[in-house]
């Protein structure tokens, strides 16, 4: 079972006109964590598409937004497999602001992946990337 911590800083051009987070880059965030998170257990998504034909691709995104971000703030995205079954993967994220040993939780979701060819169609995950997979599934965060 494995969680992985992704560290992000806020950027001015993460923000809006008020300095606060723009709620669709928390998706870039998670995004770069999952990436970040498969890449620490040895799957390159670039090899796995040229090397199996198959790709992920986000079918549904459960998120609730608990406090903003502003601009400077360090962030860190923690990410846990979920499930990995057929054609399918699910993540549990969290972004979390920790100042003075405080840690505060800016936003959580839920995102659900489907495996799927290069026609778009989904496709079961190969057997050798599911074996991998399956050993850094968590229950949740």
Known sequence: MSTHQFPIRVYYEDTDHGGVVYYANYLKFMERGRTEFLRSHGINLDRVHQEQGVMFAVTHVDIHYHTPAIFNDALHVESA???C???RLQFTQRILRTEASQTTLLTQAVVDLACIDD?????RIPSNLLSVLKQYTHKEL
């Open 119 to 123: 026609a778009g169609k989904p496709s």
């Open 85 to 87: 079954k057929g054609a």
């Open 81 to 83: 497999l979920t499930q």
